[in-house]
């Protein structure tokens, strides 16, 4: 079954916790996102991937960060330096393949709390 | 900097009750708006992309048209199930495929 699979559903972290969120697809696409979904709010670019081994931070990378050793994953690390980790966070992935513009496609997200 | 504004920010319909929402951008070179549908605790699903002014698009019950500053998404004889937030989303021609997004509309349609 192709898709974004995001793991886990719910995530509670302690202070001074770092909590490491999963994102694996086999949807053989070369870019990959990580949004932040707030009450109230749009959608923000916490960090990106456009292929493996590289990464760049988005509007609101402090307290975040990334890796990308293989095409199919791209975990994200909230650490103790983000003092607000309470929302929803959401991958998502786009292929490099065909017309520029193919939009991205999200999995079914993580919601993270403070204990 | 680049903007998307949508409204209103929640809408309640019948059954049965045409409307509009709206989505306001000012961007330099937009090169593509996106509309997606948002369930309560799911990811956004992706549902249409726009590239010009006078582009439209249409799926069941959903017409999205785009002008040079801001697109619609027509949403004609709503049913319940058409209940979601709908996010909009633009790239523009220097952010590479980063996407900025509005804050959404939430559509209720009450049977």
Redesign the interface.
């Known amino acids: 079954d192709g898709g974004i699979t995001q793991s886990p559903k719910y995530l509670f972290r302690k202070e001074g916790q770092n909590v490491t969120l999963s994102c694996e697809q086999n949807l053989n696409h070369d870019a990959m996102y990580w949004y932040r979904q707030d009450p109230g709010q749009g959608l923000r670019l916490i960090y990106y991937s456009q292929i493996v081994n590289d990464f760049q931070k988005g509007d609101i990378a402090e307290g975040y960060s990334v890796s990308r050793e293989k095409k199919e994953s791209f975990p994200l690390t909230v650490t103790s330096a983000q003092k607000n980790p309470t929302a929803f966070y959401l991958c998502a992935t786009k292929t490099g393949q065909g017309a520029g513009n193919q939009p991205q496609h999200f999995g079914d997200g993580t919601r993270l709390s403070i204990l | 900097e680049d903007q998307?504004t949508q409204s209103p920010?929640a809408l309640r319909l019948q059954e049965g009750e045409s409307s509009s929402l709206n989505c306001s951008y000012t961007v330099s070179g937009l090169?593509?708006l996106?509309w997606?549908r948002q369930d309560p605790?799911?990811?956004?699903?992706?549902l249409f992309?726009l590239?010009s002014a006078g582009e439209e698009k249409e799926k069941e019950r959903l017409k999205a048209t785009l002008t040079k500053k801001e697109s619609f998404l027509h949403i004609t004889a709503p049913k319940p199930e058409d209940s979601a937030t709908y996010?909009c989303?633009v790239?523009q021609e220097t952010s590479?495929?980063?996407?900025?997004?509005?804050?959404?509309t939430q559509l209720t349609v009450n049977p």
Not at chain 2, 41 to 46: I, L, V
Not at chain 2, 96 to 104: D, H, K, M, V
């Open positions: 998307v920010e090169r593509g996106f997606y605790g799911k990811g956004p699903e992706f992309t590239y996010l989303a790239r590479g495929s980063r996407l900025t997004f509005g804050e959404g």
